[in-house]
């Protein structure tokens, strides 16, 4: 299958990017970024298409991207930038589902967080956040529209997943996970790789998953 990766080379894209490739399942890898992934090895799997904006796609990437099967969207800010983190993930939305009549299912993974605060309902004044206020509310918007897309009946078989980690631990620390198997603040980066990838790889009837229910399907695909 054919899986779209953005923002491969962050802290949690450049684990996904090393799941995906050592998934047999992913036998083609294409990789939207700004820069050439430092860690990527050449591999006849993985292709990199360099964009410089993330809300305009050329003929030949769109051509590129009608035959992909799903995407792990793993670019986004943590302080709230509007255009990178609500602009960028709808433009390639809109660009999947404008493919054309009979394209194949599209499953779409979008990297969140915890404690993101969705738009208050007309009329409702919002609600006073005491930490990371703009970034909590970019996202809890991001999540709204991603959402939105999936159930607008434009495209036929378009299905959204939500993935909201609290802290992600790197690897060197993901041991400490252990000792408080149910923690639903923290993640080790290992366990949330794995998810978005079994995910955009299999799906299923879940589509939003919080700190636990991560940490739950990482336990799943172990066992």
């Known amino acids: 299958m054919k899986v779209v990766l953005s923002g491969g080379t962050g802290y949690i894209g450049s684990e996904v990017l090393s799941q995906c490739m050592d998934n047999p399942s992913i036998t083609s890898l294409i990789i939207l970024t700004r820069r050439y992934p430092a860690n990527l090895a050449?591999?006849?799997?993985?292709?990199?298409?360099?964009?410089?904006?993330f809300t305009v796609y050329d003929a030949p990437i769109i051509k590129e991207l009608e035959t992909a099967d799903a995407a792990?969207?793993?670019?986004?800010?943590?302080?709230?930038?509007?255009?990178?983190?609500?602009?960028?993930?709808?433009?390639?939305?809109?660009?999947?589902?404008?493919?054309?009549?009979?394209?194949?299912?599209f499953r779409?993974?979008?990297l969140s967080g915890a404690f993101t605060e969705a738009p208050p309902k007309e009329g409702h004044p919002e609600r006073s956040l005491w930490f990371f206020?703009?970034?909590?509310?970019?996202?809890?918007?991001?999540?709204?529209?991603?959402?939105e897309a999936a159930t607008d009946g434009s495209h036929g078989d378009f299905a959204v997943y939500l993935v909201k980690p609290g802290g992600v631990l790197s690897r060197r620390f993901a041991f400490l996970q252990r000792y408080i198997p149910e923690n639903p603040f923290s993640i080790g980066i290992s366990d949330l790789g794995a998810t978005m990838v079994d995910l955009a790889v299999r799906g299923g009837e879940q589509r939003i998953f919080d700190n636990l229910a991560i940490i739950q399907h990482a336990r799943n695909i172990c066992d």
């Not at 609500?86 to 404008?98: D, G, H, S, T």
């Open 133 to 147: 206020v703009n970034g909590r509310r970019v996202r809890g918007a991001t999540e709204a529209k991603v959402l």
């Open 42 to 53: 050449a591999n006849s799997k993985a292709k990199v298409i360099l964009l410089e904006d």
């Open 108 to 110: 779409y993974v979008q």
């Open 72 to 105: 792990i969207w793993c670019l986004g800010t943590y302080n709230g930038n509007e255009r990178i983190d609500i602009e960028y993930p709808l433009a390639f939305i809109r660009v999947i589902k404008a493919r054309p009549p009979g394209s194949r299912p």
